[in-house]
């Protein structure tokens, strides 16, 4: 399974970006599909996770209310509304085998590479 991300950029705060990443290959093994960042310093976090089903949605307390995770079969997307500083980060869109989305990295079995959002003050 490959994982293919896009969007990101650069933003000043409060505005929006939004991030798209598609599963090619043998997609019917994936389950769950999400979102983790890495912000320098920082260890990998679990933004946003969701379901092939999408009846399990799964989002960090820092993101709740701003972002929203969506599916599309093979393909997650995650809307990215009123940004904050310290929303900067690498984005990294990760996929498992595993039903339900988990905030625990390693149970992620897939990988893309990263996209770099900077939020601007």
């Known amino acids: 399974v490959q994982l293919q991300a896009s969007g990101g950029g650069l933003v000043q705060a409060g505005g929006s970006l939004s991030l798209s990443c598609a599963a090619s290959?043998?997609?019917?093994?994936?389950?769950?599909m999400g979102w983790f960042r890495q912000a320098p310093g920082k260890e990998r976090e679990l933004v946003a996770a969701?379901?092939?089903?999408?009846?399990s949605i799964y989002y960090a307390d820092s993101v709740k209310g701003r972002f929203t995770i969506s599916r599309d079969n093979a393909k997650v997307n995650l809307q990215m509304n009123s940004l904050k500083p310290e929303d900067t980060a690498v984005y990294y869109c990760?996929?498992?085998?595993?039903?339900?989305?988990?905030?625990?990295?390693?149970?992620?079995?897939?990988w893309g590479l990263g996209t770099l959002v900077t939020v601007s003050s």
């Open positions: 969701i379901n092939w089903g999408t009846s």
């Open positions: 990760a996929a498992t085998r595993k039903y339900n989305p988990s905030p625990r990295q390693y149970e992620y079995d897939y």
């Open positions: 290959g043998r997609t019917f093994s994936v389950y769950a």
